[in-house]
């Protein structure tokens, strides 16, 4: 019988080689879908058997030839200092290599979407009809990674963990296969929000692990929980692929009418500086050390403070373009940054990444929003505070925009300029990248217009400090070493029953009691409960999505089942119990308004009956757009109705049904609100920030004593918010109850009164 022939190709006779020799201080492991090489005292290296990637042996130790030129480059040898491998790196990628590193994706949900937000397309196909796998790469991915060069990707939803760590070694071993090898650095937005509805049990994991939002971590005045939460979360985003972190969000919430105050850390400077700095130390240090294979990249956001919005108006829309200091009170807005992101406990020392928000902060620089503004970026951030990272835009401001009230580019202050010569106007600024933006083409653009004003050499030199920035960020989280993932330990690690408690044991800490009138709470387990079903109105969200209206449970009846014996009707019940919302009073902005010959601007209420503004500023502080012919964006004399008035009604309707038995009122709040209206029908009110409704049982029944403080104030009513000023922390007359509480920043209840420990005295 004839034998077979044995073909070796030169990756396997390389490999054979490896393996054969016993000098070498380095062992080979082959995984279901890339190569791991483990130095036995240094770095372990990952690579894809099918990107053409070789291994160096230098010094007995092996390295990835990431250039396929043969030779050892500084930036593949994993031994030499981060700054020199990035600068060395710099220094070899063309004018286009360091273009699209300086992009950032657009929404890449995995897998896209068939159609509106984040659609994409796999072989011309919508996903479903295309046959390809959830972690395939879509068409768009693999453009902008080959022809725009682009290496930083932005993911939102993914199908689930594995997905996510299959796309992430299918997008690596993509990657790697393209000249010079950078790999992806894939960031998110936050991903750790409880599902109020889904059960917690010790032993059992999930998709992530659930944890409140950071207001509502902010409540449990706790650092260190914080701190927790970075920890836990890094581990889980570098799991899933994810190496940068969108956030903290760590504005201070001085606005109390912002519809962003939900995803702050509360209005203090003190509190949320601590936290800013347990936040970033969490999720930038590997085990409490310095950086490593489970650092994630922190960016800050939104540099100098995205709180004080005019009004409480946003700034996703041209009606919010503008923040104001009308207490001239910058400095506390910036401290979260100076005194806490960027003066860590932690050996990382300070934030890898900052993003300026869309504004513009009136009377600070020029006229223009904060991604353009040269005193902010480069006298302010860079000059007086000496930060030394990435600095990124905000998503989008370079685009066009062709009216104030639409979703789209955000070139406050640069309206009149060409795309391109808004990415020049933000790197003279001093970005170093742009959010949103698959395409080099306007980089490149703004690359020629620097060489007609500075010349090639000058230009050249700057990019190159952006690129050294950007590699920098990638080198120290060990991507160059092995970005890839074993899809079984991915498994193990997101959503683990340890990391699932913590993030529960922290739900706990984060619920308020406001209000226990003669001891309603704790209610005796078993009890009978009536719980009403809350009206949801209609609603558009910022992408044009309606949801209509449609009337819900409050609460999840399996849950609130295991804790009480539910009824039909308040007469059969010894209590009830009414889940609502803080009141949704608009965005400060009607296009109506507009079109019935006034100015478009309305009030934004915190109220859930209508209101008149008749304390509003005659004058607004700021104004001023190409798209209006106007500056004066007042709103004083102008009515607005909450959308969700009728979980007032629904309070107060129980109340009345319910006679003189006790009704306990769950309030879920995404920002200050006017308890007036409904304080009085309640006997016991808590809030939350985002909590599984299992916790607020365990609260309500007394399985666990609440501890949570109010992280801002809770206003006495919409005078004192028209009054209070929106750069000024703090200075609003609170709402005090039928039992003389006060409900000010740094108060809450437990079962023996308020509460007035360590943390009151430190922060209030």
């Known amino acids: ?367 223009v929003a904060n991604g353009y503004n040269k005193y902010l970026i480069t006298d302010v951030l860079r000059g007086k505070y000496g930060y030394e990272g990435v600095l990124c835009t905000d998503w989008g401001i370079t685009r066009d925009m062709s009216a104030i009230h639409k979703f789209e580019g955000k070139p406050f202050g640069v309206e009149n300029l060409s795309v391109a010569e808004r990415h020049y106007k933000a790197i003279a600024a001093g970005m170093d990248q742009f959010g949103g933006n698959n395409d080099m083409g306007p980089v490149l653009e703004a690359f020629k217009l620097g060489v007609a004003e500075l010349g090639e050499e000058a230009m050249r030199a700057r990019f190159e400090a952006s690129a050294v920035r950007l590699l920098t960020n990638i080198f120290r989280v060990g991507l160059f070493e092995n970005p890839y993932l074993e899809v079984a330990e991915t498994e193990k690690i997101v959503g683990n029953s340890e990391f699932m408690k913590a993030g529960f044991d922290a739900q706990l800490k984060s619920i308020v009691m406001l209000k226990n009138q003669n001891k309603t709470l704790p209610v005796e387990a078993k009890k009978k409960v009536y719980v009403p079903q809350r009206y949801v109105a209609p609603t558009t969200n910022w992408w044009g999505i309606t949801t209509p209206e449609k009337t819900v449970d409050a609460f999840n009846m399996q849950v609130v089942a295991k804790y009480f014996d539910v009824v039909d009707s308040p007469e059969e019940a010894d209590f009830a119990l009414v889940g609502i919302y803080s009141p949704n009073g608009g965005v400060g902005y009607d296009y109506a308004d507009l079109e019935n010959g006034s100015n478009g601007y309305v009030p934004i209420s915190l109220q859930y009956d209508t209101y008149t503004a008749d304390t509003a500023r005659e004058v607004s502080l700021a104004g001023g757009s190409p798209l209006e012919d106007f500056t004066n964006r007042t709103y004083k004399g102008k009515t607005v109705n909450t959308i969700n008035t009728t979980d007032m009604q629904l309070v107060n309707d129980t109340k009345t049904k319910m006679g003189n038995k006790p009704v306990v009122v769950s309030v879920k709040v995404g920002k200050p609100m006017i308890f007036s209206e409904i304080e009085g029908s309640a006997a016991a009110i808590v809030v939350h920030m985002g909590v599984q409704d299992q916790a607020l049982m365990e609260i309500i029944t007394g399985a666990v004593e609440p501890s949570a403080l109010l992280p801002f104030q809770m206003p006495a009513d919409m005078l004192t918010v028209e009054a209070q000023f929106e750069d000024v922390p703090r200075d609003m007359k609170p709402y005090t109850d039928a039992d003389g509480n006060t409900y000010d920043f740094a108060y809450g209840l437990n079962w023996s009164g308020v509460i007035d420990d360590a943390r009151v005295k430190k922060y209030k």
């Open 1 to 367: 019988m004839k034998k077979p022939t044995i073909k070796f190709t030169a990756t396997t006779l390389i490999l054979l080689s490896i393996l054969t020799s016993c000098s070498e201080k380095f062992t080979i492991d082959q995984k279901e879908n890339y190569t791991k090489v483990i130095n036995s005292d240094g770095a372990t290296l990952g690579y894809s058997p099918e990107s053409g990637i070789k291994i160096i042996s230098q010094d007995r130790y092996a390295f990835k030839d990431l250039n396929k030129n043969g030779t050892l480059d500084s930036y593949e040898d994993w031994r030499l200092p981060v700054a020199e491998r990035a600068k060395d790196l710099a220094s070899q990628m063309s004018l286009e290599d360091i273009s699209g590193l300086m992009l950032y994706s657009s929404h890449q949900s995995i897998p896209g979407s068939s159609r509106g937000f984040g659609a994409s397309q796999y072989g011309g196909k919508p996903f479903p009809e295309s046959g390809a796998l959830a972690s395939d790469l879509s068409d768009d991915q693999k453009k902008f990674l080959t022809d725009d060069h682009l290496r930083h990707v932005l993911i939102t939803s993914v199908e689930s963990p594995v997905i996510a760590a299959q796309w992430n070694n299918n997008a690596q071993a993509f990657a790697e296969g393209l000249y010079l090898g950078i790999p992806v650095n894939t960031s998110s937005d936050p991903r750790h929000g409880s599902d109020s509805y889904a059960e917690f049990n010790a032993g059992a994991g999930g998709s992530i692990s659930m944890w409140p939002g950071t207001l509502g971590i902010a409540a449990t005045f706790d650092p260190s929980i914080m701190k927790q939460f970075g920890e836990i979360g890094s581990k889980e985003y570098r799991a899933l692929g994810i190496a940068t972190a969108l956030s903290p969000q760590i504005d201070l919430a001085t606005e109390p009418r912002w519809s962003r105050f939900d995803g702050t850390m509360g209005e203090d400077p003190d509190l949320a500086t601590d936290l800013a700095r347990a936040y970033v130390d969490g999720f930038q240090s590997t085990d409490g050390g310095d950086w490593g294979m489970q650092s994630v990249n922190a960016m800050v956001k939104h540099w100098p403070g995205g709180g004080p919005e005019e009004g409480g108006r946003d700034a996703h829309f041209g009606y919010g373009a503008y923040a104001v200091y009308p207490g001239k009170n910058i400095a506390d807005h910036i401290k979260p940054f100076t005194e806490g992101a960027f003066k860590l406990d932690g050996p990382t020392k300070m934030a890898s990444a900052v993003m300026p928000y869309y504004t513009i902060s009136s009377g600070e620089g020029e006229n």
